[in-house]
């Protein structure tokens, strides 16, 4: 498997986090928390709050760790949790053969109706369900996503590159331990080179989604010096391309690095070291440090 990536650079263990206006951002933290608990309020109601409260989910839970890096504090870790059962809980609202699923929410039980196609179910929102759940150690969340049909997230709307389809398909053959990962995976590969982004640029291809993709690679086949170098490089890519500009460097999706999180909190959970040290992998998600505290 080839594909063209950034190099160049001398691989590095230890990447340091750009700055963020961490009393900035903890200003606002009270006013994410009342609209997201107003979109939550409507969540059984309106679709609008559903997708209100995707985004607001995780963006919540990204400005708590501005100020958090580690993601040791509880507040932090709830934020978390909560991103991960709200991103499930809409996905959990497709099943075809219910009118109505019932899923919980901060430690309450939301019942939502189903729902046809919408556009916020897309598969880019299915890969942060999917990197969510990993990351909570959720499997049965995990089961659910990796059995939603992928033609469904095509008919839910929003133009994607086909790399993004490949890689459900990807995930969802690895979770389910299917016979056809291994071509799901290749064409992953080949559809994320640089060349075949039309949506995304080629530097967010190349940067930000190649990625996690060879990180899975190296781990399915054991191969723990090149599972560490694949992971020194999605993170020291991830902050070259989150710090190439002023309007990047403070964007909030920046600060921590999602998917290689969710590959390196697999691979840590089976047994790979995971030597690079970064607040882009906040240390109590990778390590799952709230393990049992709660009843996600």
């Keep these: ?173 690895f979770w389910l331990n299917r016979d056809d990962l291994r071509t799901h995976l290749v064409r992953a590969v080949d559809l994320s080179a640089p060349e075949q982004a039309r949506v995304v640029d080629a530097e967010e291809m190349s940067k930000l989604r190649y990625p996690p993709i060879m990180m899975l690679y190296r781990y399915l086949r054991g191969d723990v010096a090149g599972f560490i170098e694949a992971l020194a490089d999605a993170v020291r890519w991830h902050k070259e391309y989150w710090t190439a500009d002023e309007d990047r460097t403070h964007n909030i999706l920046g600060v921590v690095a999602l998917a290689p999180l969710a590959i390196a909190s697999l691979a840590k959970a089976n047994g790979l070291p995971v030597e690079v040290q970064t607040d882009y992998l906040p240390e109590a998600l990778l390590d799952f440090a709230w393990r049992g505290e709660f009843d996600a």
């Design 1 to 173: 498997m080839t594909n063209s990536a950034p190099g160049g650079q001398r691989r590095a263990l230890n990447v340091t986090r750009q700055d963020y206006a961490s009393a900035g951002m903890a200003a606002v933290v009270p006013v994410m928390e009342e609209s997201l608990a107003e979109s939550l309020e409507r969540i059984e109601t309106s679709h609008h709050s559903r997708a209100d409260a995707v985004m607001e989910s995780l963006n919540l839970a990204l400005v708590r760790t501005v100020g958090d890096p580690g993601s040791v504090m509880l507040e932090t870790w709830e934020s978390w949790l909560l991103a991960m059962q709200v991103h499930s809980a809409v996905f959990a609202a497709t099943a075809p053969d219910l009118e109505t699923v019932t899923c919980k929410i901060r430690q309450e039980e939301r019942h939502l109706p189903t729902t046809g196609p919408q556009t916020y179910l897309n598969a880019e929102t299915w890969l942060d369900a999917f990197y969510l759940s990993i990351i909570c150690r959720e499997a049965a969340r995990l089961d659910m996503l990796a059995q939603i049909p992928v033609s469904l997230l095509r008919d839910f709307g929003g133009v994607l590159d086909e790399y993004t389809y490949a890689w459900v398909e990807t995930l969802q053959s």
